[in-house]
């Protein structure tokens, strides 16, 4: 038997899938669109990449070699890669933290944090 509240119960949990599709496309649409950039200290090196690290571009001087020093070269990637990739996640949790009702303090809650919030979500629509 069908009680008289299961219709709207119904499209209660209706409209909690559509939000969380929405902010879900949002999440998808900044990760796959925001990217970081940094420059060596020696303006040598030029790199932007992902949300994730993924290189978009790399640009090395010609100078570079210069000074062939591969293990110098390998530590200055290294570094303007990961400034790159944190730039990006900082960017990243700044337009994301509006999606998530505790805000996002730190830039490594965007791997997780969408779920944790729709978990956190579904345990308060239990109870109500």
Same mark, same amino acid.
């Given at each position: 038997?069908?009680?008289?509240? #299961? ?5 209660? /949990?209706?409209? *909690?899938?559509?939000?969380?599709? $929405? +902010?879900?496309?949002?999440? *998808?649409?900044?990760? +796959?669109? !925001? !990217?970081? !950039? @940094?420059?060596? &200290? ?5 790199? !932007? ?16 070699? $210069? ?5 110098? /070269? @390998? ?7 990961? =400034?790159?990739?944190?730039?990006? *996640? *900082?960017? #990243?949790?700044? =337009?994301?933290? &509006? /999606? ?9 809650? /965007?791997?997780? =944090? ?8 579904? $345990?308060?629509? =239990?109870?109500?």
């Amino acid at each position: 038997m069908i009680s008289d509240g #299961a219709p709207a119960a119904g499209n209660s /949990l209706l409209g *909690q899938l559509e939000q969380a599709d $929405r +902010k879900l496309r949002r999440y *998808q649409s900044i990760s +796959k669109d !925001t !990217t970081g !950039t @940094a420059q060596s &200290s020696d303006g040598l090196i030029d790199v !932007t990449v992902g949300l994730y690290g993924d290189v978009r571009e790399l640009v090395i001087d010609p100078r570079v070699y $210069r000074s062939p020093d591969a293990s110098a /070269l @390998a530590d200055a990637l290294r570094e303007v890669i990961n =400034e790159a990739v944190d730039n990006a *996640q *900082q960017t #990243a949790a700044g =337009e994301l933290a &509006s /999606l998530f009702p505790n805000g996002l303090d730190d830039p490594s809650g /965007l791997a997780f =944090e969408p779920f944790h919030a729709e978990v956190r979500s579904a $345990r308060l629509g =239990e109870r109500s």
